[in-house]
């Protein structure tokens, strides 16, 4: 277990790379996510078509091959992926030192991915809305944007909040499989390094993996436990 301690640094750039892994994919879902739910509860019905294809492709598809693709497939699209770079993105990545383009794939495939079970938590939120309530923003004579705006969805947010925090807590777990499409320094990719290169015993290495993920994954269930509680009395 001496690993644990003799390896800490590498520990901790493994977590530090992790959670901003974490931090970044789950702000792109939820945005990403909602943009899809509003589609989905669009009285447009092209809309409603596009929202439910995104869904129904993400939501049933394996995020291996949506990592795979993400990896190999967005490569061939564009030469190192100078399509994909943002004015505003590339500096918060070059703050943050994260390793181009893989980092930049990863991330994308984990955003498409997980908006697509935050967009389902999203519409289960705002079916929780009263229709008397949509109905009597329409009789004021706000349009659906309106409606959706300073109705449905501040309502819908909080009443998906423990069901949101499910998917995000599942997306950290997720976060593991960065690792092994070329993202060089996250957790799991520290435990490949420590095992096979530096011939680390598996087991200790494999607690301290657990631990990292732990210490992201945990609290937020324990906050989720209390807002469920609160939420409960409230009721």
Avoid at 12 to 36: H, K, N, P, Y
Avoid at 91 to 115: E, K, M, N, Q, W
Avoid at 117 to 124: G, H, K, M, P, T
Wanted: glycine share 10%; charged share 10%; net charge neutral.
């Amino acid at each position: 277990m001496s690993v644990l301690i003799d390896k800490f640094d590498v520990f901790a750039g493994g977590f530090w790379l992790t959670l901003q892994i974490c931090v970044l994919a789950a702000i792109g879902a939820l945005i990403l996510g909602t943009i899809v739910a509003v589609l989905r509860i669009s009285p447009v019905p092209p809309l409603q078509a596009v929202g439910t294809a995104y869904v129904n492709i993400f939501r049933n598809m394996p995020l291996t091959i949506v990592m795979f693709f993400a990896a190999f497939g967005l490569p061939a699209l564009g030469s190192n992926a100078d399509f994909l770079r943002i004015p505003g993105l590339d500096i918060v990545f070059s703050r943050l030192g994260t390793d181009l383009p893989y980092f930049r794939f990863g991330l994308i495939a984990l955003v498409l991915y997980t908006a697509a079970f935050v967009c389902e938590a999203l519409r289960s939120g705002v079916n929780a809305v009263p229709a008397g309530q949509a109905e009597a923003a329409r009789s004021l004579g706000l349009t659906f944007t309106q409606n959706l705006r300073h109705v449905v969805l501040p309502q819908s947010w909080a009443a998906s909040v423990v069901p949101l925090g499910s998917v995000i807590i599942a997306m950290i777990k997720n976060s593991a499989l960065i690792g092994f499409f070329g993202v060089v320094g996250d957790l799991s990719q520290t435990a490949d390094q420590l095992t096979s290169a530096g011939g680390e015993p598996f087991i200790p290495v494999a607690i301290g993996i657990s631990i990292g993920y732990l210490i992201m994954t945990v609290p937020l269930g324990v906050l989720l436990d209390r807002i469920e509680r609160r939420q409960a009395v409230a009721r």
